[in-house]
């Protein structure tokens, strides 16, 4: 009698539990509203609708390395990068999208890190904002990105770290690499995404005046379209690093770029957890709930600041898709394989002889 | 003069609540539906905190079997008070312009909502949003005592498209046959409402079907069909459009809903870091 009662109890209390584990209450919040809102969108409409396009890119990826895990690698691979490099990419969308509308699955296995995301991209999209407002000079212009910079922090459960992350978060666990080596196109246009999104900020703060600025983010978006045609070859061969590919907006706003890193670390952890088949499908929610955890945290595997630096540099930024402004004609040469991992401490020092410099 | 009003709400309010009457519930984008817009049933999901949403021009025209028109407009506002939380104000107005009477305007109450919305969707388990709104005696075509109404709405999402389960309860004794709100007034209503969102357009459309049980001693439920289509027009505009058919329990109407929401947040309400500008 009373094995029977404990049963009933235990499947009473089962899915109870993997209700209470599913329960979130995760939710939205508005921009920081401000006279430079979507000033980029008039000023740069075509890297604008470009943002748009990615946000297409990287919700369509999660989706279907979720809900079609066997047909991915082809898919991605094939019709889907197709898809997104002719036509999406071509013809990109004029508004921003609604991501739960094009990955309502994986939305709905992780809401926690798709408001991450959604609310670090709103941060790129504002601090896009600021820096195009040719009504800001220079000292308003910190004041407004210490303001975004302060209303992003201000909720700490979506927040990316302001401690920039050792490279070992998101090349050395049990799941690591499995994107970069299942998906190569894939993950060379995602890096390539990376690589605009952190690079339109160099020319918009080394431009000395609105023409320079408009020049060169032109310059920009033309250099990232110049990787298409050669995929992978064109692509980034490593995850592009502000401090590498904008080093001047990293210098005067370390924080909000180290916050881009880092969110740009934790798209590829998810990709890896999600494209990993040794990752059951049952713990894929834990671990990316876990990487989140610790890519919002100040502690874990946390670098210092000049560490951080060291090591973008070090990995080398003809690796990384090279400069984002006054380049050469030509594609940079990378001097490592692609998604080779290379190891650093904490000071950014080279561990186990992966130096770039041959 | 009871009776003409009673007549005059008989005639436009019919066409607020095709556009679910109380049209509060603002979302700032156009995948986020609200009550009415486009359809009568809505989804879980509230406005972002700290949004506010002005609902533009959110008119409603009705032709009933008469012949006889009616129009509905709701200005309202709706503000992310808290975390997943929206209080919405609105002010209904509506007019008649039916053959042979003179036309007429009048304010047909005013209502205070709040939406709370549980959780968010997760593998498992729906959006989940509890919410109560209140209709207040005010105006010439307002109810005559204060209609408070409970209800819930359920949201699951799936690869199609989501669907939307609506219900909604108001206690306290029926109205009277002459109340002014008698006719968009519901002891109960539910609404079951599908939609699919084509996202590189920004648009979305969906279908619904809703009974109600009007608030009135022996009335019998009334069933109505629905479509609607809400796009977003601006990253700050959304506008929408629905079309609503009575099938059976009350005379055959046709009502169309035309609306558009913006939404803003003023720079100095609490909880925006303060800028030099």
């Not at chain 1, 798209?267 to 929610?285: C, M, Q, T, W």
């Amino acid at each position: 009698m009373r094995r029977p009662l404990m049963q009933a109890m235990l499947g009473l209390a089962l899915p109870l539990a993997a209700a209470r584990a599913q329960w979130t209450t995760v939710y939205d919040q508005f921009y920081l509203p401000a006279a430079h809102n979507f000033t980029f969108r008039r000023e740069y409409p075509a890297a604008d609708r470009l943002f748009n396009a990615f946000d297409y890119g990287h919700a369509i990826l999660y989706e279907v390395l979720w809900t079609d895990p066997a047909g991915a690698p082809a898919r991605l691979e094939g019709d889907l990068y197709r898809h997104l490099t002719t036509r999406v990419l071509s013809r990109p969308p004029r508004l921003p999208l609604v991501e739960d509308a094009i990955e309502p699955r994986y939305a709905r296995l992780a809401p926690e890190a798709k408001a991450m995301f959604e609310w670090a991209h709103l941060l790129h999209r504002q601090v896009y904002d600021v820096l195009a407002d040719e009504r800001l000079d220079r000292a308003a212009k910190d004041r407004e990105m210490a303001r975004l910079l302060a209303y992003y922090r201000s909720r700490p459960d979506l927040a990316f770290s302001v401690q920039p992350k050792n490279m070992s978060l998101m090349q050395e666990r049990p799941y690591s690499l499995a994107f970069r080596q299942g998906f190569p196109k894939f993950n060379g246009l995602i890096w390539a995404y990376h690589w605009l999104q952190v690079g339109l900020y160099e020319p918009l703060v080394v431009g000395r005046s609105a023409e320079e600025r408009q020049a060169g983010v032109a310059a920009t978006v033309a250099r990232f379209r110049q990787m298409l045609p050669e995929a992978p070859g064109g692509f980034p061969v490593m995850m592009p690093m502000t401090a590498a590919i904008a080093p001047t907006f990293a210098t005067r706003y370390p924080a909000i770029a180290i916050v881009f890193d880092n969110l740009h670390s934790m798209h590829d952890v998810i990709s890896d957890i999600l494209a990993n088949a040794s990752v059951p499908r049952a713990e894929k929610r834990a671990r990316i709930l876990e990487a989140a955890r610790a890519y919002r945290d100040d502690t874990t595997e946390v670098m210092t600041v000049a560490g951080w630096r060291r090591m973008s540099l070090g990995m080398g930024l003809e690796n990384q898709g090279g400069s984002a402004v006054g380049f050469l004609p030509a594609l940079p040469a990378p001097t490592m394989p692609r998604g080779m991992v290379m190891r650093y401490d904490r000071e950014g020092n080279p561990l186990g002889g992966h130096d770039h410099h041959q | 003069m009871l009776t003409l009003l009673a007549r005059i709400a008989s005639r436009a309010m019919p066409a607020l609540l095709a556009a679910g009457a109380s049209t509060l519930g603002a979302q700032t984008d156009f995948y986020n539906t609200d009550r009415a817009r486009p359809l009568v049933t809505e989804d879980a999901v509230v406005i972002e905190r700290r949004a506010f949403e002005l609902q533009l021009a959110p008119l409603t025209l009705t032709r009933a079997a008469a012949g006889a028109y009616g129009w509905g407009l709701a200005p309202e506002l709706a503000w992310g008070l808290a975390p997943r939380t929206q209080l919405g104000i609105a002010l209904p107005l509506a007019f008649t312009d039916a053959a042979g009477a003179r036309p007429r305007a009048a304010i047909a109450g005013a209502e205070v909502e709040l939406l709370h919305q549980l959780n968010a969707e997760s593998t498992t388990l729906p959006a989940f949003a509890l919410g109560v709104d209140a209709l207040l005696p005010v105006g010439p075509l307002g109810p005559a005592r204060t209609l408070t109404t409970v209800r819930t709405v359920l949201t699951r999402t799936h690869g199609w498209g989501r669907l939307h389960l609506n219900g909604a309860w108001t206690p306290g004794d029926a109205l009277a046959p002459g109340d002014a709100a008698v006719d968009h007034a519901a002891r109960w209503s539910a609404g079951l409402a599908l939609d699919h969102t084509f996202a590189l357009r920004s648009t979305l459309v969906g279908v619904e079907a809703t009974v109600a049980e009007p608030l009135v001693d022996g009335a019998d439920a009334v069933w109505r069909a629905g479509a609607g289509l809400r796009r977003q027009a601006t990253p700050r505009l959304a506008v929408d459009a629905g079309l609503h058919r009575v099938l059976g329990g009350g005379s055959a109407e046709w009502s169309l809903t035309m609306g558009a929401a913006f939404a803003f947040a003023p720079a100095r309400m609490p909880g925006f870091p303060r800028g030099a500008r």
